[in-house]
């Protein structure tokens, strides 16, 4: 049976380096027909380079990358490259990739495919800004009901903010893009820093990685190693949170989550709440549910399946 059909929207950036290495490690279970990238945490040019980078490195040379928007769709570009250091991989090594990106823009390439492809087939799996596929729909509205469903890493109800106290980075880098998607109708997932938070590579968890040796793996234990240094020294101070790894773990054991059903608004205007998720639990026909919210995850369980799958890779 041919794995779900999924393209990744990210922003490579660190854990979308290890999302995309987990995602890459199982094409039975994820047909990851295309990564689209965007500017988020780097440059747009270097989110692109890196996705690349990526693809090679998990030995899919053959998934076509294809280089987003490198602004947010109307404020003005905010970057996280002292979390993910000024290459955006951390201190990986990293050299010119063999192949670049494909000559189609991202939300070309996006609105294409989705109406090339056979009406709810394709997964969107986007770890970063929504600033792509928010702009595939303002161009192409009809694209909304043809998408499966989209699972994203972003918000924050519970938990506050990472990058302002009331927002979180991917939705605060591109609020005006997220308020887009959470209006469009498409089946939406949004698993915020509320399970992002539970799911953190304390130290007993990274040493499970030094048992495989795989030049993904020891790859992965040196990107999680960097945010475990990273957070202590400007972060939150804890071990660090495996973000966008979350959205990838879902896909392939939704067990390992609670989601709770809501009605999701974005703040696209309060300079002090810029980005800012209003998560109501209490629907109502002035409150519309519009997305399943990530309350709940199992993190012993999740990190039993990210050495699984990192096991995958000979
Ligand atoms: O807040 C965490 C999110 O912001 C993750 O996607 C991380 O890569 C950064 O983009
Ligand atoms: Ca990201």
């Known amino acids: 049976m041919p794995g779900l059909p999924l393209i990744i929207d990210c922003d490579p950036g660190v854990d979308d380096a290890v999302a995309l290495l987990l ?21 747009g040019d270097l989110t692109a380079r890196n996705a690349c980078l990526l693809r090679e490195m998990a030995g899919r040379a053959g998934i076509p990358v294809f280089a987003g928007q490198d602004r947010p769709l109307v404020r003005d570009p905010v970057v996280a490259d002292h979390f993910h250091g000024v290459t ?20 070309d390439h996006l609105v294409r495919v989705l109406r090339a492809r056979p009406a709810g087939e394709i997964t969107l799996a986007v770890t970063g800004p929504m600033t792509n596929l928010a702009e595939a729909l ?19 109800r519970r938990e506050g903010g990472n990058i302002t106290a009331s927002a979180e ?25 509320d399970v992002t938070h539970q799911v953190t590579a304390t130290p007993a968890r990274r040493a499970r990685l030094s048992g495989l040796e795989s030049p993904q793996a020891v790859a992965v234990r040196q990107l999680l190693d960097f945010s475990a240094r ?7 101070g804890g071990p660090p949170p495996m973000h ?11 067990g390992l989550f609670r989601l709770r059903s809501c009605h999701l608004a974005i703040e696209t205007r309060s300079p ?43």
């Open 244 to 254: 966008d790894p979350c959205v990838i773990l879902w896909l392939l054991a939704p």
């Open 88 to 107: 955006g991989l951390g201190d990986l090594p990293v050299q010119p990739p063999a192949r670049g990106p494909e000559p189609e823009p991202a939300v």
């Open 169 to 193: 980075f991917n939705i605060h880098a591109d609020p005006d893009a997220a308020d887009i998607v959470a209006r469009s109708g498409v089946e939406l997932v949004l698993l915020g820093l």
């Open 23 to 43: 995602a890459l490690a199982v094409p039975e279970r994820l047909d990851v027909l295309a990564i689209t990238t965007v500017a988020g945490n780097v440059g």
């Open 272 to 314: 002090l709440t810029l980005g800012h998720t209003a998560v109501e639990f209490r629907t109502s026909d002035r409150h519309p549910q519009n997305a399943l919210w990530g309350i709940e995850a199992d993190a012993d369980g999740a990190f039993d399946l990210i050495c699984d799958l990192l096991e995958r890779y000979p």
């Open 138 to 156: 303002r161009r192409a509205p009809d694209i909304a009901p043809r998408i499966r469903q989209v699972v994203a890493m972003g918000g924050a």
């Open 230 to 236: 990273t957070e202590a020294e400007i972060g939150m």
